[in-house]
């Protein structure tokens, strides 16, 4: 269990999970942000340790290139969103638990589908042959990360500004869909 929650903390801590619990934490309430995230990351990670090494036969090139996909679509929702100058966390009467658990939830399912997180969570499964304690130290890893992302944005909106948060997001939305992009078509 400590090997697979050091080894999947690691390789996610920089991950796009991070940027994206980040952002969706700036914007909702962060409760409602990882309980999606949390199922999301808990699904990820059972099909990781049922499904072994065949997430590893998966095309990496599709995968890329709808993630990369995706990221591009999440930017330009980003930069075209109305600015209202709201500079708060909506409050929960704004955004129901279901729509903002149910948006992390389809972000982490789809973006993080064949990620290196899961085949390296899929071949530890295999490489053990402990599928409870690989899994266990997986999800918690991937909590903890998605944890940390989702404080981190809040803690940050305190001191910069909303506005700014968003298009830096953007931005680093915009490279990372580039970059995805680039992996799905160079191979």
Known sequence: ???????????????????????LGTRYRASYVFAG?????ALHVTLAV????????????AVQVVTGLLFLGGAAMLLLKR?????TVRRPEDQSFWKVAGAGFM???VAEFGDLTQIMTANLAARYDD?????????????????????????????????LITKIAAVLM??????????????
Request: aromatic share 6%; hydrophobic share 60%; proline share 4%.
């Open 1 to 23: 269990m400590a090997v697979a929650f050091s080894l999947v903390f690691l390789a996610e801590l920089p991950d796009k999970t991070a940027l994206a619990g980040l952002v």
């Open 37 to 41: 995230v949390a199922a999301a990351f």
């Open 50 to 61: 049922a499904a072994g090494s065949v997430l590893t036969l998966l095309p990496q090139q």
């Open 83 to 87: 600015d209202d100058g709201e500079e």
């Open 107 to 109: 972000l982490i399912l």
């Open 131 to 163: 599928p409870l304690s690989v899994g266990l130290g997986a999800v918690l890893a991937l909590w903890s990360v998605a944890g940390l992302g989702i404080v981190g944005g809040k803690a940050l909106m305190k001191r910069v500004p909303l506005r």
């Open 174 to 187: 915009i490279g990372l869909g580039v970059w995805s992009l680039w992996e799905g078509i160079a191979g």
